[in-house]
């Protein structure tokens, strides 16, 4: 929870420097479990999208309104972090575009991702594990 914290306290929009692969999938699991509970909230709490498609009837959305906040709140200390642990590996923050090039950039992403970061000194900083 720590980690988290940090991430949000000391980095929400820290594009610079480095990040540990414990830093970004602590940071990954606990987005993952506060959005799941905002999902269940706004289910419990009758605040999902409904959208009214003619042909097709009512449609219901799986989530609502605290999810869609959660996502705001979010979406610049993941770029940050997801930036920063690239950075790590020695990449520029730009590889993250390479998970949208069809079938092969999730998974070269995600290779890059789970790659041990580089051992000393890089062009983005010192070792976060020194």
């Known amino acids: ?6 991430v949000l306290k000391e980095n929400y929009v820290n594009f ?7 830093e970004f999938w602590i940071f990954q699991l606990f987005l993952i479990i506060i ?5 269940v909230l706004d ?3 009758g605040t999902v999208v409904v959208i009214d498609g003619s042909p097709f009837g009512r449609i219901v959305l799986p989530y609502g309104w605290l ?11 993941s ?3 997801l930036v920063r642990r690239l950075h790590d590996i020695g990449k520029s923050g730009w ?3 390479i998970g949208y090039v069809p ?21 983005f900083g010192n070792n976060p594990k020194a």
């Open 1 to 6: 929870m720590e980690i988290y914290l940090k």
């Open 16 to 22: 610079n420097g480095r990040a540990r692969r414990k």
């Open 35 to 39: 959005t799941g509970i905002c999902t």
């Open 43 to 45: 289910n419990v709490l």
């Open 67 to 77: 999810y869609f906040l959660c996502g705001i709140f979010h979406f610049l200390p």
């Open 79 to 81: 770029l940050s972090v």
């Open 95 to 97: 590889w993250f575009l």
């Open 103 to 123: 079938f092969i950039g999730i998974v070269w992403l995600l290779y890059l991702l789970c790659k041990d970061g580089d051992h000393g000194e890089n062009s």
